[in-house]
T-cell receptor
């Protein structure tokens, strides 16, 4: 069966520090991968998605970036965090054209 | 533009009563529709989906949803609510314009009162 992992589970970072969040999927190959941010426990904002290694589509500009160095690994990064980057970050995978499955999330607090 | 609407921010229902969480959508072509549930500080859990076939879809934890093409709706239902059903519920539709994106509603908070 397929499993999706995210780490770390929680993170507290100072403004201006770098960020690296990792997501990996087990038990499948060539999944579509997604990064979402959820603010204040409500709506989801799609940040990036990837349909293959090295293929990244960005939905939001600013100071976040994503990379997919391996088939089942998706990384969200920032060189300098802003206060507004605080939130709950969710990774998801999908065997198109079917269901998206979500990871457990990372709670990021920028102070 | 393709979209999903969840018109209610919050739904309150007494335990044991039936519940409905509303969702309407706007996409071109045949929709792929999904419901998810989220508990505090957790990821979204898949409940059920409609791709094709019967308009009444049954999912996890006793939930079901009815696809209504003429009303472009996909309401989530449960015959008898439990306090443990209290959570945040999201409706989603897969984008049919050629991208690989999913469009989510803003979420409805369900509160089941004992």
């Amino acid at each position: 069966s397929q499993t999706i992992h995210q780490w770390p589970a929680t993170l507290v970072q100072p403004v201006g520090s770098p960020l690296s969040l990792e997501c990996t999927v087990e038990g499948t190959s060539n999944p579509n991968l997604y990064w979402y941010r959820q603010a204040a426990g409500r709506g989801l904002q799609l940040l990036f998605y990837s349909v293959g290694i090295g293929q990244i589509s960005s939905e939001v500009p600013q100071n976040l970036s994503a990379s997919r160095p391996q088939d089942r690994q998706f990384i969200l990064s920032s060189k300098k965090l802003l206060l507004s980057d605080s939130g709950f970050y969710l990774c998801a995978w999908s065997p198109l054209p079917d269901t998206q499955y979500f990871g457990p999330g990372t709670r990021l607090t920028v102070l | 533009a393709q979209s999903v609407a969840q018109p209610e921010d919050q739904v309150n229902v007494a335990e044991g009563n039936p519940l409905t969480v509303k969702c309407t959508y706007s996409v071109s072509g045949n929709p792929y529709l999904f419901w998810y549930v989220q508990y505090p500080n957790r990821g979204l859990q898949f409940l059920l989906k409609y791709i094709t076939g019967d308009n009444l879809v049954k999912g996890s934890y006793g939930f079901e949803a009815e696809f209504n093409k003429s009303q472009t709706s996909f309401h989530l239902k449960k015959p008898s609510a439990l306090v443990s059903d209290s959570a945040l519920y999201f409706c989603a539709v897969r984008d049919t314009s050629g991208t690989y994106k999913y469009i989510f509603g803003t979420g409805t908070r369900l509160k089941v009162l004992a």
